[in-house]
Every structure is written in C-alpha cells, then in structure tokens.
Nanobody
Framework: QVQLVESGGGLVQPGGSLRLSCAAS????????MDWYRQAPGEQRELVAT???????NYADYVKGRFTISRDTAKNTVALQMNSLKPEDTAVYYC?????????WGQGTQVTVSS
C-alpha cells in the first residue's frame, strides 16, 4: 500500500503564490509517476501537471508558465509551485502516484484564490 499526504493549500489573493507538497510513504518502488490533479465544485477532476521518474514534466495548457512541478526522489515527495494564481485556479488539489499500473490518491488540499 501507498499513502499520500498533501499540504500547503489555503487562501490566496489573485496574483499570489502557493506551494503544495505531497509526501508518499509505504510500498514505493523505483519507477513511478506523480501527478497533481484538481477538482473545482461541480466540475470533473482534471490533470494539472505530471512528472516522471526521470524528471520529465508535462503541464495542462491552463497552467503552463505559471505552475512548476518538482520531485525529490530520495524523499518520495512532489511539489507544485503555483504562481500568478487566478480565481479559476480555485479547487481541491490532489496528488497521485502511479506505479506498476496502480494509482494511489491523496486526500486533497483546498486552494482558494479570492480577494
């Protein structure tokens, strides 16, 4: 089993920044992919950013240039630096780890962008 715990959410004004973190523990093997998803009220969960075990990254178009995903493989953590936040970024953000074709989710952390 794998456990994921997110932290770092909160309330921020438009244009501000937040840094989310996700710590993974449990039966973690060498090669895995970590992602950040988000889900706004009444909306489907959507992919925000992905980072592979080799460090390659991919971003949704709506966050490119504003968000940065990074990972510390030794510590099994992944972070999402979010800059220039907009009200439409308001959502619950979830961390996901995929290994051996199995996906594990965290409990989510709320991000609210509002003045």
């Amino acid at each position: 089993q794998v456990q994921l715990v997110e932290s770092g959410g909160g309330l921020v004004q438009p244009g501000g920044s937040l840094r989310l973190s996700c710590a993974a523990s449990g039966s973690i093997f060498g090669f895995y992919v970590m992602d950040w998803y988000r889900q706004a009220p009444g909306e489907q969960r959507e992919l925000v950013a992905t980072i592979s075990s080799s460090g390659s990254t991919n971003y949704a178009d709506y966050v490119k240039g504003r968000f940065t995903i990074s990972r510390d493989t030794a510590k099994n953590t992944v972070a999402l630096q979010m800059n220039s936040l907009k009200p439409e970024d308001t959502a619950v953000y979830y961390c996901r780890l995929t290994q051996r074709s199995r996906a594990y989710w965290g409990q989510g952390t709320q991000v609210t962008v509002s003045s």
